[in-house]
């Protein structure tokens, strides 16, 4: 299988399938007697000579089964930054992960990978705070998470004064507030207290729920 170059230098790199088309010699069109490309895939985002062949049997209960993947030119919806929906991946998605053929790819892999990053955060800043018996370590872990949420922008500035309020848990005399980890905690909280103050148009709220794609996203390896 011979590796396209050329316009796709600057295009995201998958850890796994590169940067460039995937060049096959396969181009089908769709005859809707035999042949259906997927629906994501119009003649305008399609890498011509880049498709393979799909395993129909193995499709998700397909409405339409698709016969033939192509790689395809996408532009994530986070970075802006363009990257290719390789046909191998397809492959991988809707045969062997299974999910639907109504899942698209909208985020690069880069994106993809962040965003997961952050939900287990998230995830996990939410089961120490619903906790009662937190030990100090885990309420600096806490903190911690909530920072880093911060600096992502997935929780908005208000978010800082629960994070004061932690802080401010740990008595003047105790032994926690001279260690590294809580200086440094303290410093991070009042560099974005600070950032905050500069720009006051923020998000001033946690945000709620990460929004579902309209598609599905996959592990961000996939």
Request: with cysteine; glycine share 4%.
């Amino acid at each position: 299988m011979k590796r396209g170059t050329d316009k796709f230098s600057d295009f995201v790199e998958h850890p796994r399938y590169g940067r460039g088309p995937r060049i096959t010699g396969q181009n089908p069109q769709t005859n809707y007697g035999s042949t259906f490309i997927h629906w994501h895939s119009p003649t305008d985002c399609r890498i011509p000579n880049t498709a393979i062949n799909a395993n129909t049997s193995r499709q998700k209960e397909p409405t339409v089964a698709v016969t033939h993947y192509y790689d395809v030119e996408r532009r994530c919806r986070d970075c802006g930054r363009m990257f290719i929906f390789f046909a191998e991946e397809q492959r991988h998605w809707y045969e062997v992960l299974r999910f639907g053929l109504d899942s698209d790819c909208v985020r690069c892999v880069e994106c993809r990978k962040s965003e997961q990053q952050t939900a287990h955060l998230r995830q996990r800043y939410e089961s120490l705070l619903d906790r009662s018996d937190r030990t100090d370590k885990e309420t600096l872990e806490l903190i911690d998470c909530a920072l880093t949420l911060v600096e992502h922008s997935a929780f908005g500035h208000r978010t800082l004064q629960r994070i004061r309020a932690l802080l401010n848990s740990f008595p003047s005399e105790s032994k926690i507030r001279r260690h590294a980890t809580f200086r440094g905690l303290a410093n991070r909280a009042d560099i974005l207290t600070e950032a905050a103050a500069n720009h006051p148009m923020q998000p001033s709220g946690e945000v709620g729920r990460f929004e579902v794609d309209d598609q599905p996203s996959p592990p961000a390896d996939r």
